[in-house]
């Protein structure tokens, strides 16, 4: 499915429904079945555990990549890497509301410029050297940041990356122009200006309204020569086009590609650390075949997060799991447009005990967390606070409680107010086992509280258009974001009154001001500790309730390097870094 923002801001997933990826490729073919499988690992090695491992998986630690991080010398040079995808295409222009899918996010750390690298944490930030030598703000009033590019740094066409191509950026996600279409214009539509300092290859920023943190914009840049064509560029001029060519300015390129498959291969015209790998194909591939051909031995990596997957996988002898903590979140949406009574909403989270849905979703994969409280913050960020209200605690008699004080009556099991049934229709899409079992057990919780909750079950393909439409009482939703700026960037499309994605259609005007706040303070404790007394009063209207942060697991074939489950250092479902060169097979 196309996800809303791969542009660091929250992602709209069904629930339901697990994301699977895969890759292939030649490399080292040491047998992962040649580790002891008794004995006890209590902390997850880097490189993974094997996948015959039969002990407890051991937790990840936060600040850790799982990605069997390795120096280039360690690595051999040469080897095809086949990696299955979801889609690809049709619009490659990442940048827009079409293109910029998770997918899509990973071809272009492939072969376009990725000027931020963020810890695994995300509590540190840094410009990638092969693009920007170094970035400082100059002046507080008004906010100015300057960046020196690259002397070496130039599009696959011959031409210079300059303050142009910064500029052109801004002007392309700014919304200035509602001919264009940018995924996202938030911090860009607060920029006064774009200009040359001490030469084309020093770039100033200038602010009319302060917006922090601005490590946040520039992460991708949209070529000056591509801004020249317009807009018509823009929105349909990267249609089965990767102007790889011209536009391009990477470590690899792109030598051919179709709706099925695309490949990569070393950039002559790169500048920084050649390629280890000789060759990068993707192939379009449906879930159910990326399992397979992993199992089959035909890839080298496959999503391995569901027991279902797990249990595939282990039939692959030569293979190690890898596993990483989630920066997403599950949550029960209820829209407030069609259960309108505050006292009912708040009712029914009193009466649902969401450690019960982690328990099902997570049963079979050797994982447990505390029930997170933040739609925005996973529980591993810096300045993560349960926001969710004490009242908000699961327990029958209080939801009964809080019926009754609302005028509420039990007539038989369920209570009644107005002649009308306190109820709650639940939208999901699909048959999976995990979303029907999900299901039984919320409808049994709120039935003990007296809430009625009905099923009503969509074809996956109806996801975004019913989400869209409005036309639910309680639906799942998984929000994602692949760097740590959430608190900023998304804090207001989450829970802005005015938001197209508020799907809980609440907000008070002080919310509003608390969360558009958060983007000009400097300071990101100071700023986090707003948003976080946002998300308080916010979650007093009992809308939108967070009951699962969750893990990454990905099989992949042992001897992969730099390459699997890495926080905000790495792609959200392609898992490549700001250095895509460093992934390879070990000698």
């Given amino acids: 499915m196309k996800f809303a923002s791969t542009m660091r801001k929250a992602t709209a997933l069904a629930v339901s429904a697990a994301a699977l990826f895969a890759m292939a490729g030649c490399g080292n073919s040491s047998n992962a079945g040649d580790n002891n499988t008794n004995t006890t690992v209590t902390a997850e090695p880097q490189e993974g555990v094997p996948v015959n491992y039969d002990g407890t998986f051991p937790k990840p630690e936060t600040d850790k990549a799982y990605n069997n991080p390795k120096d280039r010398d360690e690595l051999q040079q040469g080897g095809t890497l086949t990696l299955a995808t979801v889609e690809i295409g049709p619009d490659w222009n990442a940048l827009s509301t079409n293109g910029n899918t998770t997918y899509m996010d990973g071809m272009w750390r492939l072969y376009m410029p990725r000027i931020w690298e963020y810890s695994v944490d995300g509590s540190t930030i840094e ?50 122009d509602e001919n264009f279409t940018p995924a996202i214009t938030a911090g860009y539509e ?24 601005y490590e946040s914009l520039f992460n991708m840049l949209y070529p000056a020569e591509a801004y020249a064509g317009g807009a018509d560029v823009f929105a349909q001029g990267w249609q089965n086009d990767s102007h790889s060519d011209e536009w391009g300015a990477g470590p690899f390129k792109v030598e051919s590609s179709s709706d099925s498959e695309v490949t990569f291969v070393p950039n002559e015209k790169w500048w920084g650390d050649a390629p280890l790998l000789d060759k990068i194909v993707l192939k379009q591939m449906e879930d159910s075949a990326a399992l397979n051909a992993f199992k089959n031995g035909e890839t080298d990596a496959s999503g391995a997060s569901s027991a279902e997957s797990m249990t595939n996988a282990k039939s692959r002898e030569d293979a190690y799991f890898r596993r990483g903590y989630d920066s997403g979140v599950s949550t029960l949406t209820i829209n407030a447009k069609s259960v309108s ?7 029914f989270v009193q009466a649902v005990d969401r450690s019960q849905l982690q328990k099902i979703s997570f049963q079979g994969t050797d994982w447990e967390e505390d029930v997170p409280g933040s739609l925005i913050l996973p529980q591993f960020q810096g300045g993560y606070e349960d926001n969710m209200p004490k009242d908000a605690a699961y327990s029958t008699e209080n939801a009964k409680k809080t019926l009754e004080d609302a005028g509420y009556t039990l007539n038989g099991d ?11 229709t639940y939208t999901t899409f699909g048959d999976s086992a995990t979303s029907k079992a999900i299901t039984g057990a919320i409808q049994k919780m709120a039935k003990a509280a007296g809430i009625k909750v009905e099923s009503d079950v969509k074809a996956s393909a109806d996801f975004s258009k019913t989400v869209s439409s409005g036309d639910w009482d309680m639906i799942g939703l998984g929000w994602g974001a692949s760097d740590p700026f959430g608190y900023s960037s998304s804090s207001y499309q989450l829970y802005g009154s005015t938001s197209d994605s508020n799907f809980s259609f609440t907000g008070t005007d002080e919310i509003d001001e608390l969360l558009k706040g958060v983007t000009s303070i400097k300071d990101s404790k100071e700023a986090i500790a707003q948003f976080n007394k946002a998300e308080k009063k916010a979650q007093e209207l009992y809308a939108q309730i967070p ?16 390459y699997g489950p890495a926080g905000y250092s790495a792609g959200f479902r392609l898992y490549f870094t700001a250095h895509p060169e460093n992934v390879g097979w070990e000698k």
Avoid: C, H
Wanted: proline share 4%.
């Fill in 127 to 176: 410009p990638n050297k092969n693009y920007v030598t170094s970035v400082e703000q100059t002046s507080d009033s008004p906010e100015t940041i300057v960046f020196n590019i690259n002397e070496k740094a130039s599009w696959n066409d011959g031409t210079p990356i300059t303050w142009k191509d910064f500029e052109s950026t801004w002007k392309a996600m700014n919304g200035s």
């Fill in 190 to 213: 607060d920029i006064e200006s774009v200009t040359a300092g001490d030469s084309d290859k020093q770039v100033v920023v200038t602010f009319k309204k302060d917006f922090y943190p």
């Fill in 341 to 347: 009574d505050l006292a009912l909403r708040k009712a």
């Fill in 414 to 424: 369920y209570y009644e107010k107005d002649g009308k049934t306190a109820a709650i």
């Fill in 547 to 562: 009951w699962a942060n969750g893990q990454i697991t990905i099989a992949v074939k042992k001897g992969l390097a730099n």
